[in-house]
């Protein structure tokens, strides 16, 4: 599948570089597990997902180019190659919460919503690895 040529580059990844996004994606996983508090559970469940996709995406032998709306893109990405138009709802929604949470001073995340993200995340991950 070719992607964006705006937003991802080719490259190979070595199974190396492959196994520390995942490991990056667990350690993002368990700090949003192990906290208390709702919005870093929200922060590090968020994180967790676009690294997924920029793992998943480098399987696919791209690389995501840093530019504006490149965290979109990656949701976007991720939910067309996996066939998983949640990915696309969900992230989505989580991205705009965490732009308004980083940019707005009156959004607040839920421990509900921080948990239901974290499971989603963590299914989505047990199905790429």
Known sequence: MKLDK?????QIFSPDELKKYRHSITRYLNIAKMSAEAD??????????IKI?????A?????IKSRPG????IIETLS??????????????MRKSRNLEFYSSDS?????EA??????????????I
């Open 59 to 63: 399987k696919e032998g791209y690389r």
């Open 53 to 57: 996709g920029i793992y998943f995406i």
């Open 80 to 93: 067309k190659l996996t066939d998983n138009e949640d990915i696309i709802i969900v992230g989505d929604k």
């Open 115 to 128: 948990a239901e993200n974290i499971k989603f995340i963590e299914k989505i991950f047990q199905k790429i």
């Open 70 to 73: 490149h965290h979109q893109k």
């Open 6 to 10: 705006n937003y991802f580059i080719e």
């Open 40 to 49: 870093v559970k929200f922060h590090f469940a968020y994180m967790a997902l």
């Open 108 to 112: 607040i995340v839920t421990d509900t």
